[in-house]
C-alpha cells in the first residue's frame, strides 16, 4: 500500500503518492488519520543530498539500448516526469520511487574528475558516451553547479564523442561547446517531446519547458549545424499516441534529422505511482489509458522481455507503430544522424594545454 496523499492535489509535482521502498523492512502508513496533526506527505522544498562515487561511466548491455556507456551526473530528477523508468532507481538510496524521486536530488559533483580519470585510463578506446542515460542532465540544480557542463568541456578538451537527452532549454547554455563538438562530428543531441499539447505537459511532466520551448532548442542548434533526434517518448496509448505525427512534423520542421520513440511501461513501482496519479488527473479515462498499456504489453502494465520491452506488441502497438514509421518517412525522409569520428580521441588531453 502506498502512503496516502494530501487530499489536494500537490500542483508542480508528478507523483501523488510516495509508494514504499521494497529494499526497507519497515514503512509509514496511514491507518489513523484522526490521530495525526498534520498530513504524512506535504509538497516540501526540492531536497540536495551529496553523493561521491568512484567511478562515474555505467555500462549497459541491453539489446534494446544503442549505446553502452553513460553518465548520470544526478540521481532523481525535478522534472517529475510522473512516467519515468528512472524513478525505481531512487530505491537503492533508501528513498520512494514516488514524491521522493522528484523532491530529493542526489548530486555527483566530482563527475568531471571521475570522467577524465576514465578517458586516462591504461589501453582505453573511445566510445560514445550519453549524458542522461537515467535522469536529466540539464535539470534545474545543474543552472547552478554546472557539472554537465564541466563534463562537455572534456568531452571536447579530449575530443571524445558524446550523445545528450534532455527536456530542458538550459541546454542552450552551453551552445558553445556542443557547436564545437559538432564541427569535429562528436555530438548527437536528443531532445524529447511528449506531447504538444500544453494542458497534457503540464500534467505528465510538470517542471519541464513547455513543447515550443524545446522545439525552439531544436532549431537553435539545428541553425548551429549541431545534429538533432526528437524522442517522441514515451507514448501512452489513449493519451498522447495520437500526436506522434505531428511532434515528428514539427520538430523536421525545425531542423530535427531523426526520430526515436519508446512505448511507455509501468515497471516496479511506477504502476502503483502511474495509476493513482491517472485515476486522480484523468478519472473519466484512467481504465481505459490502462488497458490499453496492458493490450501493448500482453495483459501486463509492463513487460521486461528484450526485443518488445521498448516498442510493445500487439495490434494497439503495432498501429503505433506505423504512425510512427509513416510520420518518418514523410517528414525525415534522406535525413540522418552523422557518424561520430572515433579517430580524434586525444589521451592526457588534460595534462596538454586545455581549451578553457
Not at 555530438?187 to 513543447?211: A, C, F, G, M, W
Not at 533526434?229 to 501512452?236: E, S, Y
Request: proline residues 5%; hydrophobic residues 35%; glycine residues 6%.
Amino acid at each position: 500500500m502506498a502512503v496516502a496523499a494530501n487530499q489536494d492535489y500537490f500542483k508542480g509535482r508528478g507523483a501523488q503518492v510516495n509508494t514504499n521502498n521494497r529494499y526497507l523492512k519497515a514503512s509509514y502508513v496511514a491507518q489513523h488519520i484522526e490521530a495525526l496533526d498534520e498530513p504524512m506527505l506535504q509538497n516540501g522544498k526540492t531536497q540536495i543530498f551529496e553523493e561521491t562515487p568512484k567511478q562515474i561511466v555505467s555500462k549497459s548491455n541491453s539489446p534494446d539500448i544503442h549505446h553502452g556507456d553513460s553518465i548520470n551526473p544526478y540521481q532523481g530528477c525535478e522534472h517529475g516526469c510522473i512516467y519515468c523508468y528512472a524513478r525505481n532507481s531512487h530505491e537503492y538510496y533508501g528513498f520512494s520511487a514516488g514524491l521522493d524521486f522528484e523532491r530529493k536530488i542526489i548530486v555527483k559533483r566530482n563527475a568531471p574528475e571521475l570522467l577524465e580519470e576514465y578517458f586516462n585510463k591504461r589501453g582505453y578506446k573511445p566510445s560514445p558516451i550519453v549524458l542522461s542515460g537515467n535522469t536529466d542532465c540539464y535539470q534545474p540544480i545543474e543552472r547552478e553547479l554546472e557539472i554537465t557542463r564541466r563534463m562537455l568541456q572534456l568531452f571536447l578538451q579530449y575530443k571524445h564523442p558524446v550523445s545528450i537527452i534532455t527536456k530542458n532549454n538550459l541546454i542552450l547554455r552551453d551552445t558553445d561547446i556542443i557547436t564545437e563538438l559538432a564541427k569535429l562530428n562528436l555530438i548527437h543531441v536528443n531532445i524529447s517531446i511528449t506531447s504538444l499539447d500544453e494542458q497534457l505537459r503540464q500534467k505528465l511532466e510538470p517542471r519541464t519547458v513547455t513543447s515550443i520551448g524545446r522545439l525552439n532548442v531544436v532549431e537553435k542548434l539545428s541553425q548551429k549545424g549541431v545534429p538533432v533526434r526528437v524522442m517522441t517518448a514515451p507514448i501512452i496509448p489513449g493519451l498522447n499516441s495520437n500526436e506522434v505525427p505531428a511532434i515528428i512534423k514539427a520538430a523536421a520542421n525545425r531542423g530535427a534529422v531523426d526520430a526515436g520513440f519508446t512505448m511507455v511501461r509501468l515497471n516496479g513501482s511506477i504502476a502503483e505511482i502511474f495509476t493513482d496519479w491517472i485515476h486522480k488527473t484523468f478519472p473519466d479515462r484512467a481504465e481505459k489509458v490502462l488497458n490499453l498499456i496492458r493490450e501493448c504489453h500482453d495483459g501486463n502494465l509492463n513487460d521486461s522481455e528484450f526485443g518488445r520491452r521498448m516498442s510493445g506488441d500487439g495490434q494497439v502497438a503495432e498501429s503505433i507503430q506505423q504512425l510512427y514509421r509513416v510520420a518518418c518517412n514523410r517528414y525525415l525522409a534522406n535525413r540522418q544522424m552523422p557518424e561520430y569520428d572515433l579517430s580524434l580521441f586525444t589521451p592526457k588531453a588534460g595534462k596538454q594545454t586545455s581549451l578553457f
